[in-house]
């Protein structure tokens, strides 16, 4: 998306980056965009920055409709550097712009590139803002998914500028969810949830129960494709995911092998859970970046990881996924720790206890010694 025109007075504005493959620790194979939206008014108003290296084809983006010194309201609804990098430019080319965040955007503004000493306004929950025929309101939602983290809706146009919720990691083409499959939006919103929004749910489920009380016809996020065909079915899956409400049968074996061994366990416990009518999703640790993994576990009540001991630790590759998991605090799972082991056998009984630090059920560990 680079200048898009989405309704009478209003644009997308953001940029692409289409080459970006890790995103903080996050593999996102489909590049990513920074999305941001400028509406025209009375007072003109800009929702969001962009990461610092495109600072420049952001501006370029904002003159083809305005010149950045007409710009009166810049909306900040979070300040992660993907969606603040651009900030210092845009205030040192408009001082005078009027600044609506929260007051942990402010500090954060602060702490990040030493400003403090601009028009800002500190928003509350509730308040709205007139530009003239438009009125915004704001959603603070802390911890979806910074504390600083806010929502901005625009009554008459039915537009929730969601910022990182309900966004996605993709940057091949498209403006709209119509623009590709329901299954592979889906695909990108799940994976999405998975690795960004998962430790949040309690936070997300106060948020949608805000969003209710809205019509709404259009979800602009800050990452990946405009929502307006689909709202309901991501809408959806944030309900049940924010509930962490696994399905049964879905089971995701995760592993990586030194010999061959832990492979072979790992495609046994496959076929005895396919036996049992189950979706089995397997990752293999040596093939696959750790974070393409999370997709899958958002909807997974089985979680069994597989490691061989390499000099009494799980291998490497394990040891990084269960530390990323375990970050993302994925509950209510069934955890299984499986491996072999050539003369010692740790790993198993190191998977096992972060799964027990989740508060999950546990499997009884399944460990043998290597069988060539
Ligand atoms: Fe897209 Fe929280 O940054």
């Known amino acids: 998306m680079s200048v898009v025109k989405i309704r009478d007075n209003i644009y997308a504005v953001g940029v692409q980056d289409p080459e970006v493959r890790i995103f903080h620790g996050y593999q996102v194979p489909f590049g990513a965009t920074y999305n941001c939206y400028l509406v025209i008014d009375e007072k003109i108003t800009l929702i969001d920055n962009v990461k610092g290296i495109f600072t420049e084809q952001y501006m370029k983006n904002i003159e083809e409709i305005v010149p950045i010194e007409k710009i009166d309201i810049l909306i900040q609804n979070h300040i992660e550097p993907d969606h603040s990098g651009s900030f210092p430019e845009l205030l040192r080319r408009n001082p005078n712009l009027e600044v609506y965040c929260t007051n942990g955007a402010k500090n954060g503004i602060k702490a990040y590139y030493g400003l403090d000493n601009f028009n800002c306004h500190v928003v509350k929950n509730g308040e709205s803002l007139c530009t003239g025929k438009y009125t915004y309101h704001f959603l603070p939602a802390p911890m979806v998914h910074w504390p600083d983290s806010m929502l901005t809706y625009l009554a008459e146009e039915k537009i929730l500028f969601s910022n ?6 993709v940057c091949t083409g498209e403006t709209y969810d119509d623009e590709m499959s329901r299954d592979r939006l889906m695909e990108r919103v799940i994976d999405y949830y998975g690795n960004i929004v998962l430790p949040f749910g309690a936070q997300v489920q106060k948020l949608l129960a ?8 259009m979800i602009c996020p800050s990452h990946g494709v405009i929502l307006r065909s689909y709202i309901s079915d991501v809408v959806q ?21 030194m010999w061959g061994s832990t492979q072979e366990m790992a495609d046994c416990i496959k076929e005895e859970f396919e036996a049992q009518g189950k979706t089995v999703h397997m990752h293999s640790l040596a093939k696959e970046h750790y974070s393409q993994v999370m997709g899958d576990l958002v909807e997974a009540k089985h979680i069994f990881v597989g490691a061989s001991t390499l000099n009494n630790n799980m291998m490497p590759t394990v040891a990084a996924f269960m530390t990323y998991m375990k970050g993302l605090k994925p509950k209510n799972r ?8 050539g003369w010692s056998g740790e790993a198993t ?15 009884p560990v399944r460990k043998q010694a290597y069988r060539g």
């Open 164 to 169: 990182d919720a309900f966004g996605q990691h």
């Open 334 to 341: 069934i955890g299984m720790a499986f491996g072999s082991y």
């Open 237 to 257: 899956g944030y309900e049940r995911w924010s509930k962490n409400e696994c399905d049964q049968d879905k089971v995701v074996i995760v592993y990586d092998s």
């Open 210 to 217: 805000q969003a209710q009380a809205l019509e709404i016809e």
């Open 349 to 363: 009984g190191q998977v096992n206890d972060i799964f027990e630090s989740l508060g999950w059920e546990t499997l």
